[in-house]
């Protein structure tokens, strides 16, 4: 189901007000003033969240729903390594840009809230048939895990750094040809691993 577009942004103003508010306040702090930082009415709230875990959980769904949407697309265009690098990189700038909300909320790499799951099996598989692809045309060494490389890109939380240390990332997970592919459509910026 497609929302309105005012609805939509309604939902996403929603969104950033819980996770501004609760990096701020932690978790303790009301609907009521989530609410008032977006904007909206606490009926307007519950229309879209059911509670307040609602809401903390809705934002790691729309990071892992955007993730999936990314995935979908770069698999329908039959990608791979650059594809892989795109999506390491959004992600490592949605949890560096939600590092305050993730560290109020307690989520740690490698647990994956509840609420979540459903989303990230949707997610996990694309990023597997992308890695796969990778690994066939020879630009990823063979033996590694894609979800390794999600948790070590989630890890990356300096805005300062990130694309250094992406790139450091990056670097260990391709073979000689994907660091070739990936300088040539510039997926990256360049790192010196030597």
């Excluded at 950033?16 to 990096?23: E, F, L, M, S, Y």
């Excluded at 390594?81 to 989520?107: C, E, K, Q, S, W």
Aim: hydrophobic share 45%; proline share 5%; with cysteine.
């Amino acid at each position: 189901m497609r929302l309105r577009s005012d609805a939509a942004e309604n939902r996403r103003k929603l969104l950033i007000a819980t996770r501004d508010a609760v990096a701020a306040e932690g978790t303790g702090v009301s609907v009521r003033d989530i609410a008032d930082r977006a904007g909206v009415s606490l009926s307007t709230l519950y229309r879209h969240f059911p509670d307040k875990q609602g809401l903390i959980d809705g934002l790691s769904v729309y990071r892992w729903a955007t993730l999936h949407h990314l995935a979908t697309r770069h698999a329908a265009a039959n990608g791979s390594l650059p594809a892989i690098a795109h999506l390491l990189g959004t992600f490592t700038r949605m949890v560096t840009a939600d590092d305050a909300f993730i560290r109020a909320v307690g989520i740690t790499v490698g647990r994956t809230p509840y609420g979540i799951l459903p989303v990230r099996a949707r997610f996990d598989p694309l990023l597997a048939a992308l890695w796969a692809v990778a690994v066939q045309r020879g630009e990823i060494r063979k033996g590694l895990d894609p979800r390794d490389a999600l948790e070590l890109a989630a890890m990356i939380r300096d805005p300062m750094r990130f694309d250094a240390q992406l790139g450091v990332v990056m670097c260990g997970i391709a073979t000689e040809r994907g660091e070739e592919v990936l300088r040539a459509r510039r997926a990256f910026p360049p790192v010196s691993v030597a």
